[in-house]
């Protein structure tokens, strides 16, 4: 299976996004502050760095990310705002958006490692795409764990709309489709769309 490996602060900077955005507040990198700034970029390279941009964020490679955007550009709507919709349904997504992990890589570790069910199904792939109605839980013989038993006193996350959290803090509901506003993060994503047109 294929990982991302790079470096966070490095890649947030080189990308023009916040480590906070992954999950990382206390993360800077000072290294060339201006490194960026001395030549004009392309447009081929503007539409490549939103492309990776993303990329970056949810953790996905190449050919699954081409396939997301195959399927948004068959479903009605625009199809940038799709495509960031139907990443957001993500598995490891929403496990990081519910607070039960600190960071998308370390959401997708969990899931790779079982700890969540779906509807009371144990589910380990973390693409899997969630629906709407769709009940995300930490499963059973995980929550006696000390990981999750911080999660369990002090889960402080603040939800999207179209998630609503558990009282238990170990899980939670899928209660409507993610919107473009729901995206906590700037991206441009007409130009993926026009990246992938050419």
Same mark, same amino acid.
């Given at each position: 299976?294929?990982? /991302? ?16 955005? %992954?999950?990382?507040?206390g ?28 990329? !970056?964020?949810?953790?996905? %490679? ?29 598995? &490891?997504?929403v ?19 079982a ?7 144990k $589910? /380990? ?8 109605? &769709? $009940? ?18 002090? /889960?402080?996350? $603040? ?9 238990? /803090?170990?899980g ?5 489709e993610?919107e473009?506003? &729901?995206? &906590? !993060? ?13």
């Amino acid at each position: 299976m294929a990982k /991302n490996r790079q470096p966070i602060a490095k890649r947030c900077r080189a990308l023009g996004i916040s480590p906070a955005v %992954m999950g990382y507040a206390g993360k800077k990198s000072f290294r060339n502050p201006n490194g960026n700034s001395r030549r004009k970029k392309s447009e081929y390279s503007l539409q490549l760095t939103e492309k990776q941009k993303v990329k !970056f964020i949810y953790g996905i %490679m190449e050919k699954q990310f081409r396939a997301y955007y195959e399927k948004a550009e068959k479903a009605q709507g625009k199809t940038g705002s799709v495509l960031l919709t139907l990443i957001e349904h993500r598995l &490891d997504n929403v496990v990081f958006r519910l607070g039960l992990a600190s960071t998308r890589r370390e959401a997708r570790q969990l899931v790779n490692h079982a700890h969540f069910t779906v509807n009371g199904k144990k $589910v /380990n792939i973390p693409s899997y795409l969630v629906r709407v109605g &769709d $009940v995300i839980e930490v499963k059973e013989t995980s929550r006696s764990s000390n990981r999750f038993k911080a999660i369990a006193e002090n /889960n402080s996350a $603040v939800v999207p709309k179209w998630l609503e959290k558990a009282s238990d /803090n170990l899980g939670g509901k899928v209660i409507a489709e993610p919107e473009r506003e &729901d995206i &906590d !993060f700037p991206v441009e994503e007409h130009l993926i769309v026009e990246l992938y047109s050419k």
